[in-house]
């Protein structure tokens, strides 16, 4: 049981908008930034956001996270094939741990 | 640029210990803080905790106070995670990864350069 909730699968067609949800608690996502990672299959988790809309160098801006209260989204504009992958949220919680969601598996039909 | 390269896999039994390496290079080791995080298969990724080499700390989740040692040698750019008291569900792949926050910092931010990762299997 991950601490922070996200929705186990999502889909979408080559061009479309899609949208991931991470929920948390006023003890984690309430207090702190939100961070999303990029996993391919068999490779390492990548950073995709930072400080809840920051993406590093090197990010395309098809990829856009926001946070509201205790609740993030990530969204991917213009679907691609190459975006099927999974995707986790994260942030500290008022202990300075680090918790992550349980990830979304994005499948681009 | 920034690498981060980890010890192979290890096959161990349960109740015995496992110690991996992550060797960093394309920075100052002891200008980030690093950390661990690991994934059992087909599971998510969890948190163990970080080390910060310049001021000393460390921070482990709760779950694995007391089975975890999170160690570093800041002469050879390296650092170590030693998990004790294998179960078969601490069979999973290990990563290391380094912060984005500079260690003059106070809290750990994000995981921004990660290793190949390091499949610990426990097994009877």
């Known amino acids: 049981q991950s601490v922070l909730t996200q929705p186990p699968s999502a889909s979408g067609t080559p061009g479309q908008t899609v949208t991931l949800s991470c929920s948390g608690s006023?003890?984690?996502?309430?207090?702190?930034?939100v961070y999303w990672y990029q996993q391919l299959p068999g490779t390492a988790p990548k950073l995709l956001i930072y400080?809840?809309?920051q993406r590093p160098s090197g990010v395309p801006d098809r990829f856009s996270g926001s946070k509201s209260g205790t609740s993030a989204s990530l969204a991917i504009s213009g679907l691609r094939s190459e975006d099927e992958a999974e995707y986790y949220c994260?942030?500290?919680?008022?202990?300075?741990?680090?918790?992550f969601g349980g990830g979304t598996k994005l499948t681009v039909l | 640029q920034v690498q981060l390269v980890q010890s192979g896999a290890e096959v161990k039994k349960p109740g015995a210990s496992v110690k991996v390496s992550c060797q960093a290079s394309?920075?100052?080791?002891?200008?980030?803080?690093l950390d661990w995080v690991r994934q059992a298969p087909g599971q998510g990724l969890e948190w163990m905790g970080w080390?910060?080499?310049?001021?000393?700390?460390?921070k482990y989740a709760q779950k694995f106070q007391g089975r975890v040692t999170m160690t570093w040698d800041t002469s050879i750019s390296t650092a170590y995670m030693e998990l004790s008291r294998l179960r078969s569900d601490d069979t999973a792949v290990y990563y290391c990864?380094?912060?984005?926050?500079?260690?003059?910092?106070?809290?750990?931010?994000?995981?921004?350069?990660w290793g190949q990762g390091s499949l610990v299997t426990v097994s009877s």
């Open positions: 080390i910060n080499p310049n001021s000393g700390a460390t």
């Open positions: 994260a942030t500290w919680d008022v202990s300075l741990s680090g918790v």
């Open positions: 400080r809840n809309n």
């Open positions: 006023r003890s984690n996502i309430g207090s702190n930034h």
């Open positions: 990864a380094r912060d984005s926050s500079a260690s003059y910092e106070i809290l750990a931010e994000s995981f921004q350069y």
């Open positions: 394309g920075y100052t080791f002891s200008d980030y803080y």
